[in-house]
């Protein structure tokens, strides 16, 4: 696959930017703005450029899906020959909904409640990815209760510095971070969940942020979490099979930032664990998902408020709150080719809050109301991200399959906002 050619996804033809063989404006007609466009094509490149360069590895794609947990997008996934990466019983409903079997299920996160452990167990998932010592005593707990043993994989915080491209925020294996066992007791969390009815420790697992450009990075913490699993394995503690190489591969938002750099991630995995005799796992979201995606907006006014030009358009941060959570760059485009010339705006949405921003001081062609304009590389962390604030109803989402397209979530309506309030409240006493 050429470096950097797509040849899926959102391509201007005539000017008008299309999503593979469907143009977006149409889409727009008929759905209304804001949506969201995702492109099953896309998504499969993206897939397909991961799994060619991991050919020859042990390794194992799980979709991390908190990236983008349409029910469609997983099934594209799913269909791929992904695994699932969840990280909360409803994402396990999801994909259990999708198609997936709880053997293609690996179940993570910080803080798992004892409902969602057993209903981890319930399914029978691949394996528990156990991030403190207190989840593995619970968990061992509940394990005992059904009478089962369940596979376990400890996350590991393998203590690095933050190394991802981007805020602070999409940083996770760095000393301090809430996530994963330190690594100097993991031989000790290991010994004892060895030691554990109910449980079988299987793997070890980490995970060192998103939008990691540094394949030395990835070396250096997979150095750190290979030595663990040597330690582990002198220690006379011999089940373990799979190691969880997690971190997120970068997908540039802007022109000047690096892309993934798939080739050099595999050498460091094979350097690093080509001997360990384990299977491996990788668990990316947002490169399966990011550019296979737009958000669709349209522009509602302009206005001046010296020494600010603002476009005003119908999606905000509730729809897409990436830019002011992260000052996360979106590239936005009109949809139709302009020849505008061009000038520095502020694209802000319609909620009421000064933060709320979809690109701030940005060059753009001097379009007017009505305007459609698609925000790009949206697949990831956009509608997920969503919320209902000011009672704004959450977007649509529409897939693409070459040249057809369906709804894969409707707008929500107003009553659906309020369907789960009760303006008589049913009175209990104390
Ligand atoms: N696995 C674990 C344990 C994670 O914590 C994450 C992301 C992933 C996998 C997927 O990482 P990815 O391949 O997508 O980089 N909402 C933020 C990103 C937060 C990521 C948190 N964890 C954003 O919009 O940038």
């Given at each position: 696959?050429?470096?950097?050619?797509?040849?899926?996804?959102?391509?201007?033809?005539?000017?008008?930017?299309?999503?593979?063989?469907?143009?977006?404006?149409?889409?727009?007609?008929?759905?209304g703005t804001p949506s969201y466009v995702y492109s099953a094509a896309a998504?499969?490149?993206?897939?397909?450029?991961?799994?060619?360069?991991?050919?020859?590895?042990?390794?194992?794609?799980?979709?991390?899906?908190?990236?983008?947990?349409?029910?469609?997008?997983?099934?594209?996934?799913?269909?791929?020959?992904?695994?699932?990466?969840?990280?909360?019983?409803?994402?396990?409903?999801?994909?259990?909904?999708?198609?997936?079997?709880?053997?293609?299920?690996?179940?993570?996160?910080?803080?798992?409640?004892?409902?969602?452990?057993?209903?981890?167990?319930?399914?029978?998932?691949?394996?528990?990815?156990?991030?403190?010592?207190?989840?593995?005593?619970?968990?061992?707990?509940?394990?005992?209760?059904?009478?089962?043993?369940?596979?376990?994989?400890?996350?590991?915080?393998?203590?690095?510095?933050?190394?991802?491209?981007?805020?602070?925020?999409?940083?996770?294996?760095?000393?301090?971070?809430?996530?994963?066992?330190?690594?100097?007791?993991?031989?000790?969390?290991?010994?004892?969940?060895?030691?554990?009815?109910?449980?079988?420790?299987?793997?070890?697992?980490?995970?060192?942020?998103?939008?990691?450009?540094?394949?030395?990075?990835?070396?250096?913490?997979?150095?750190?979490?290979?030595?663990?699993?040597?330690?582990?394995?002198?220690?006379?503690?011999?089940?373990?099979?799979?190691?969880?190489?997690?971190?997120?591969?970068?997908?540039?938002?802007?022109?000047?930032?690096?892309?993934?750099?798939?080739?050099?991630?595999?050498?460091?995995?094979?350097?690093?664990?080509?001997?360990?005799?384990?299977?491996?796992?990788?668990?990316?979201?947002?490169?399966?998902?990011?550019?296979?995606?737009?958000?669709?907006?349209?522009?509602?006014?302009?206005?001046?408020?010296?020494?600010k030009h603002f476009m005003v358009v119908d999606a905000g941060m509730n729809?897409?709150?990436?830019?002011?959570?992260?000052?996360?760059?979106?590239?936005?485009?009109?949809?139709?080719?302009?020849?505008?010339?061009?000038?520095?705006?502020?694209?802000?949405?319609?909620?009421?809050?000064?933060?709320?921003?979809?690109?701030?001081?940005?060059?753009?062609?001097?379009?007017?109301?009505?305007?459609?304009?698609?925000?790009?590389?949206?697949?990831?962390?956009?509608?997920?991200?969503?919320?209902?604030?000011?009672?704004?109803?959450?977007?649509?989402?529409?897939?693409?399959?070459?040249?057809?397209?369906?709804?894969?979530?409707?707008?929500?309506?107003?009553?659906?906002?309020?369907?789960?309030?009760?303006?008589?409240?049913?009175?209990?006493?104390?």
């Open positions: 696959m050429g470096e950097g050619v797509l040849t899926t996804g959102f391509q201007r033809r005539n000017g008008e930017l299309r999503c593979d063989d469907v143009s977006l404006r149409s889409i727009a007609a008929a759905v998504v499969r490149d993206a897939y397909g450029r991961l799994e060619t360069a991991l050919a020859g590895l042990p390794a194992h794609i799980h979709y991390a899906m908190k990236a983008n947990s349409n029910l469609a997008v997983l099934r594209v996934l799913r269909a791929c020959g992904a695994g699932v990466d969840v990280v909360s019983s409803g994402e396990l409903h999801r994909a259990l909904l999708a198609g997936f079997s709880g053997s293609q299920i690996v179940f993570a996160g910080v803080g798992k409640t004892r409902a969602e452990l057993e209903h981890a167990l319930h399914v029978g998932v691949q394996c528990v990815n156990v991030e403190s010592e207190a989840e593995l005593e619970l968990l061992s707990h509940v394990a005992i209760a059904r009478g089962a043993i369940v596979p376990v994989s400890l996350r590991i915080n393998p203590g690095v510095a933050n190394v991802t491209a981007g805020h602070a925020y999409i940083a996770t294996g760095e000393a301090g971070s809430k996530f994963g066992i330190p690594l100097a007791r993991g031989l000790k969390a290991a010994a004892r969940a060895d030691a554990l009815p109910g449980i079988e420790l299987v793997g070890l697992d980490m995970h060192i942020g998103s939008q990691i450009a540094d394949v030395e990075a990835f070396a250096d913490a997979q150095r750190r979490l290979r030595g663990l699993l040597d330690g582990v394995r002198a220690a006379g503690i011999t089940t373990i099979r799979s190691v969880d190489v997690g971190g997120g591969f970068p997908v540039a938002y802007h022109d000047a930032e690096p892309t993934a750099d798939l080739d050099g991630f595999a050498r460091v995995l094979r350097d690093t664990f080509g001997d360990a005799d384990v299977a491996l796992i990788v668990e990316p979201g947002r490169f399966l998902v990011a550019e296979a995606g737009v958000l669709l907006t349209e522009v509602l006014y302009r206005k001046e408020s010296a020494p729809d897409l709150l990436r830019p002011s959570h992260y000052a996360a760059y979106h590239e936005i485009e009109p949809v139709f080719e302009s020849a505008a010339p061009l000038q520095v705006v502020d694209v802000v949405g319609p909620v009421c809050e000064s933060g709320d921003f979809l690109a701030l001081n940005r060059s753009m062609p001097d379009v007017g109301a009505g305007t459609l304009l698609a925000v790009r590389n949206a697949g990831a962390y956009g509608y997920v991200m969503s919320s209902t604030y000011n009672s704004r109803p959450r977007p649509a989402e529409v897939l693409v399959e070459g040249d057809r397209w369906a709804i894969v979530a409707l707008r929500e309506s107003q009553d659906d906002m309020v369907r789960l309030e009760r303006i008589a409240p049913d009175w209990r006493s104390a």
